[in-house]
């Protein structure tokens, strides 16, 4: 039975990984890191050299050619930056949308993109300005006020925050905008406004977004009953999406092996695997060998429990690309699954060095500490993954069964009744509360004993 188990968590560990593929969370592409020499002169058709997709090259030299000419004007340098944003060229992409900008200053599109590839390259604070000077030219596009709130929080700043996506919601961003506005609340304190915004919200949408900011905002006011039963709701976490035309417009320039990658994503999504391995063949006949390309050959064998061949192809990508966490991520679960949890703890910790707001990997690597029989470690690492909104109801369970095993009931119940609460079958959490119930009132009978022996009187405590 455990050993069933076990398959069973690692095959949907596995479905994780792929999911954060398919968000693009996990795709990492040599393409994204090009020298100092690469941005100075992005204009010029030297990068060219480092393009080894045929298709993708000849479309970027085009592209580069009409960007160059003296006659050409923003429009034309944009569709070059839109293409190396949706091919993998980060910092090209961020050089030449400031391009487009200085040879388009009043066009809108170039300056919110760029704002948008500052943030996804760690440039808060040139994003929030880039936004603001977009504005200034066009304040009728929703998606930017959703953005632009979002960053605001992320900068400490809830008040302006607030002021960006009402005004979002006053053109139609609409629940994205409307969460967001309830997290400025939350961040103020202002909870009863953030309840009553959001019993509205999820009258009209089951979002676990919504439900999720419910259970942090019950248990800010300190009702664990309540929390709990919203975390039940919010226990399929995803995003808010919402209409953003000119990111779609940006990822049709996605040509040659991007394109072709996102397409192998989206078999292996859809249970294709055949169909993904045959478009990864090709990719290993006429390419050099590729990291990207070898991860997800190991997500394809690793869907049909060819566990074996997927190490391979993993220990390959990590090889060419020692810091690709996702590679890492898959590994350890592999490793788990042959119960090997001296490596895959390596490999977790690895994994959070350098992604510490993954929560799934500080959760797996609190069972592996568990497992290690570092339980000091292994609460250390489920609750960063409870911090990070797990809803795993097994993370809440382990973490009060060390707190339990330490004498700290009243701390080990909260995290049973969660666990409960996340999962109504889970009987050992629930006989851990019956457990926990019986040593709580032991201990109060202890004492109200004591107490009883020694009687405190006005001048103190009896000799």
């Known amino acids: 039975m455990e050993t069933q188990k076990r398959h069973s968590f690692v095959v949907q560990f596995a479905a994780t990984c792929a999911t954060l593929v398919l968000t693009g969370a996990c795709q990492q592409d040599n393409q994204s890191r090009e020298s100092s020499d690469d941005r100075d002169a992005i204009m010029s058709p030297s990068i060219l050299s480092r393009i080894s997709d045929e298709k993708l090259r000849d479309y970027i030299h085009t592209l580069a050619e009409t960007a160059s000419s003296l006659e050409s004007g923003g429009d034309a340098t944009g569709r070059l930056a839109m293409a190396y944003d949706a091919n993998g060229f980060d910092r090209a992409a961020e050089t030449t949308y400031q391009e487009a900008t200085k040879k388009a200053p009043d066009e809108f599109k170039w300056k919110y993109l760029l704002a948008l590839r500052q943030q996804k390259n760690g440039d808060l604070e040139g994003a929030i300005a880039s936004a603001n000077l977009a504005i200034e030219l066009d304040d009728s596009y929703p998606g930017i006020y959703v953005r632009l709130g979002n960053w605001l929080?992320?900068?400490?700043?809830?008040?302006?925050?607030?002021?960006?996506?009402?005004?979002?919601?006053?053109?139609?961003?609409?629940?994205?905008?409307?969460?967001?506005?309830?997290?400025?609340?939350?961040k103020t304190e202002n909870f009863d406004t953030a309840l009553k915004e959001l019993s509205a919200i999820v009258?009209?949408?089951?979002?676990?977004?919504?439900?999720?900011?419910?259970?942090?905002?019950?248990?800010?006011?300190?009702?664990?009953?309540?929390a709990r039963e919203y975390l039940r709701f919010a226990s399929q976490a995803k995003s808010m999406w919402f209409d953003d035309p000119l990111v779609t417009e940006m990822r049709t320039h996605a040509r040659g092996k991007s394109k072709r990658i996102h397409n192998v994503e989206l078999m292996l999504g859809s249970g294709l695997v055949e169909d993904a391995l045959i478009a990864l063949r090709k990719f290993d006949a006429e390419e050099q060998t590729d990291f990207n390309v070898q991860y997800h050959f190991a997500l394809a064998y690793f869907?049909?429990?060819?566990?074996?061949?997927?190490?391979?192809?993993?220990?390959?990508?990590?090889?060419?690309?020692?810091?690709?966490?996702?590679?890492?991520?898959?590994?350890a679960s592999l490793y788990q699954r042959n119960e090997d949890n001296i490596q895959a703890a390596q490999h977790l910790e690895h994994v959070v060095a350098i992604y510490p707001k993954l929560q799934i990997a500080h959760q797996e690597l609190g069972f592996v500490r568990l497992r290690n029989g570092d339980t000091r470690a292994a609460l250390e690492s489920f609750?960063?993954?409870?911090?990070?909104?797990?809803?795993?109801?097994?993370?809440?369970?382990?973490?009060?069964v060390i707190l339990g095993a330490e004498g700290r009931c009243d701390r080990a119940m909260a995290h049973f009744e969660t666990a409960l609460a996340?999962?109504?079958?889970?009987?050992?959490?629930?006989?851990?509360?019956?457990?926990?119930?019986r040593a709580l009132n032991a201990a109060r009978k202890t004492n109200q004993n004591s107490l009883n022996e020694n009687p405190l009187s006005e001048d103190g405590p009896v000799d």
């Not at 925050?161 to 939350?186: H, K, N, W, Y």
């Not at 993954?385 to 973490?399: G, K, R, W």
């Open 153 to 186: 929080l992320d900068r400490g700043e809830p008040i302006a925050a607030r002021a960006a996506f009402q005004r979002a919601i006053d053109i139609g961003a609409g629940p994205a905008a409307e969460l967001g506005s309830v997290r400025t609340f939350v």
């Open 203 to 226: 009258s009209r949408t089951n979002h676990p977004v919504a439900f999720r900011l419910l259970s942090d905002t019950w248990r800010a006011v300190g009702d664990e009953k309540k």
């Open 303 to 331: 869907q049909k429990q060819m566990y074996e061949v997927a190490r391979v192809h993993l220990m390959k990508a990590i090889e060419l690309e020692p810091v690709h966490y996702p590679s890492h991520l898959l590994l």
């Open 383 to 400: 609750e960063t993954a409870i911090d990070l909104d797990s809803t795993a109801p097994n993370v809440h369970y382990y973490a009060g």
């Open 422 to 437: 996340l999962d109504r079958s889970h009987e050992k959490a629930r006989m851990s509360i019956s457990e926990c119930t």
